[in-house]
Nanobody, 127 residues
Framework: QVQLVESGGGSVQAEGSLRLSCAAS????????VGWFRQAAGKEREGVAV???????YYADFAKGRFTISKDHTQNTVSLQMNSLKPEDTAMYYC?????????????????????WGQGTQVTVSS
């Protein structure tokens, strides 16, 4: 059974930092795209960052220069380092993984490649 468990969310003041982690079980992050998406209250889910099968990284415009995605296939985890957080970053953050290896068309802009989602971790940024 595929399971993704996020951790690391919390409350932080603007300009602070958080590091989110996602532990995968029942599926390997190696050779698969893994990403982070978020959903703020009353808004649609949007892509934040994706790391692909060959460690290429893709970011939403709002994440560029502030967020860094990485994965550790030995630990079977993916992380999102978030710096210079803003109140508009407040959202539930979800980890996602592709089912097929070497396949995530659209990367951060689409969710059609996603095979499984985590339950999410809340990030709240206060001004």
């Amino acid at each position: 059974q595929v399971q993704l468990v996020e951790s690391g969310g919390g409350s932080v003041q603007a300009e602070g930092s958080l590091r989110l982690s996602c532990a995968a079980s029942g599926i390997s992050v190696n050779r698969r795209c893994v990403g982070w998406f978020r959903q703020a209250a009353g808004k649609e889910r949007e892509g934040v960052a994706v790391i692909d099968s060959i460690l290429g990284t893709y970011y939403a415009d709002f994440a560029k220069g502030r967020f860094t995605i990485s994965k550790d296939h030995t630990q079977n985890t993916v992380s999102l380092q978030m710096n210079s957080l803003k109140p508009e970053d407040t959202a539930m953050y979800y980890c996602a993984i592709a089912g097929r290896e070497y396949w995530c068309p659209g990367g951060v802009t689409k969710t059609s490649w996603v095979h499984a989602w985590g339950q999410g971790t809340q990030v709240t940024v206060s001004s």
